[in-house]
């Protein structure tokens, strides 16, 4: 799927389910969550986690775990973008324009 059909898919999906009536602020408090969640996952993978509550999770596990989140934090801000009229693609092209100059060689 292309990012413009991805991006389109998940907005429709969230807002079948009602999670687009939430506002810019609270969808970056949910990127925000995200975020954090998608530490855990690295940490989990890069040194474990000690918890006796915590069952020890296999390699593939724990790259699902970190995956899984990923998705969340992208899906995040494809609905954000989305709220802006901007497309995965605008957004691509200007990350990578802004580098470009930013670090231009010499």
Do not use: C
Request: glycine share 6%; proline share 2%.
């Amino acid at each position: 799927m292309k990012e413009t059909e991805m991006q389109q898919w998940i907005q429709d999906f969230y807002k079948q389910r009602g999670w687009s009536n939430y506002g810019p602020f609270e969808r970056i408090a949910f990127l925000t969550e995200e975020v954090g969640e998608t530490a855990r996952a690295v940490r989990a993978i890069e040194i474990g986690r000690d918890r006796p509550d915590e069952a020890v999770q296999s390699a593939d596990k724990l790259k699902q775990e970190l995956t899984e989140e990923l998705g969340d934090i992208l899906g995040n801000v494809f609905i954000l973008a989305s709220m802006y009229d901007v497309t995965i693609g605008e957004i691509l092209e200007a990350h990578k324009d802004k580098l470009s100059k930013r670090y231009i060689k010499e």
